[in-house]
């Protein structure tokens, strides 16, 4: 049993009593400051509103700096026309494409097949960005730590900002079309949410899902075709680089605290979630509503991919500075959850030496900070407007 499956249970009577009934606290996790979400007499404690740690502020500060607005112009048009046969993303990035499922096709069919494959994949992430959102309200339930619950408090009005703002995007280019979340996608999340364990919803949400967020939209921003998409990643990834922050801190306050065996577990479940997430994120399986449209069977397609795409194509794709993957494992390196355990494992995809080497930059804060200057400018020219209003 892992040190936090044998919870501590720290029962105490306080003077003050909630209609009638005495207030407990009755089960705090010290190693992770957490109570179950159905335990709100611990956040009344009187002792608790004292208990602010520093370690959150200065984000919590920045908040204003990269606030946008989805549905204000200034911040982003949705009325930007994009021709329907062009594609969305370079045919490049369509990996069907390099396999026998493009001998197949003609060079409309592979236009239409880049852009439904982009439906999908704007879909994954609209439905990632719901999944940060609930789970961000739900450690609000459960910090004690009142700094960090402010902090996920913002976060979920990020994300809340960011289902609305991918929500438009898919109405300005699918008509509105989104696409059910693939089984892989749509388990992890369902486990992180639903989890009352502590480290699956801060590791599996702030370093795996965000992890992959980054290097997804640094990826769009990059190579995307169209200029309002690449617009919306931008802004939501002034965002996701604190939301990174938050996860990096977090793990640098917590890990160092957690005896050996749950220190290992920490580990051992990210790195099942890692290998989950890179052999079944995208096949051809998880994908497979959007074959039968070119006369493609999904079996085959996945026989045509597994041909095309073997463990050395992986590691050539990884030395990509914003594949997701590799991205994915230098945040869990730089957050200490890669020891020497489990090094081995990530090793057989990505130099993790020379991962340790590049600094704690990550992919995409070069974007985020660009964007994050063109907000303060909008910003700043909207309070003028506010106060000239106000006098």
């Known amino acids: 049993m892992t040190a936090l499956a044998n919870r501590i249970r720290v029962n105490y009577d306080c003077h003050k009593r909630l209609g009638g009934v005495a207030v407990v606290i009755e089960r705090l996790d010290p190693a992770y400051n957490t109570v179950p979400r159905d335990d709100f007499p611990a956040m009344i404690d009187v002792g608790r509103y004292a208990q602010r740690s520093p370690y959150f502020d200065e984000i919590i500060a920045r908040t204003e700096e990269h606030f946008w607005n989805p549905d204000d112009r200034d911040y982003i048009r ?99 079309t989104v696409m059910p979340v693939g089984q892989t996608l749509g388990v992890l999340l369902n486990d992180l949410v639903q989890s009352d364990v502590v480290y699956k919803k801060l590791v599996g949400m702030q370093m795996l899902v965000e992890g992959l967020a980054m290097g997804a939209f640094a990826t769009l921003y990059v190579k995307a075709n169209d200029p309002l998409l690449r617009r ?67 079996e085959w397609v996945r026989s045509a991919m597994m041909e ?63 964007g994050i200057a063109y907000l303060k400018d909008i910003n700043a020219n909207k309070r003028k407007v506010v106060r000239k209003i106000a006098d």
């Open 232 to 298: 919306l990643c931008q802004l939501v990834m002034t965002d996701e680089a604190f939301h990174h922050k938050f996860g990096k801190i977090w793990a640098h306050a917590t890990m160092p605290k957690l005896d050996e065996a749950e220190r290992h577990a920490v580990e051992d479940w990210a790195l099942e979630c890692f290998n989950r997430l890179l052999f079944n994120l995208v096949n051809a399986e998880q994908k497979r509503a959007l074959y039968p449209q070119f006369g493609l069977e999904w």
């Open 78 to 176: 949705w009325d930007e026309p994009w021709p329907r046969e062009q594609s969305l993303f370079p045919l490049g990035m369509i990996p069907e494409l390099h396999t026998a499922v493009g001998d197949r096709l003609d060079e409309g069919q592979k236009i239409a097949l880049a852009n439904a494959s982009a439906c999908w994949t704007l879909s994954q992430i609209l439905h990632g960005e719901q999944g940060a959102l609930s789970l961000s309200t739900s450690l609000c339930d459960i910090f004690i730590d009142p700094g960090a619950q402010e902090y996920a408090a913002n976060q979920a009005r990020e994300e809340a900002r960011h289902v609305h703002g991918f929500s438009n995007y898919m109405r300005a280019r699918f008509d509105g």
């Open 308 to 370: 095309a795409f073997t463990d050395n194509e992986r590691r050539r794709f990884m030395k990509e500075s914003t594949n997701v993957f590799r991205v994915l494992i230098k945040t869990l390196l730089k957050a200490g959850i890669i020891t020497e355990r489990t090094r081995a494992h990530y090793a057989t995809w990505v130099d993790v030496e020379e991962l340790a080497g590049e600094g704690d930059r990550m992919v995409g804060d070069d974007i985020a900070e660009a």
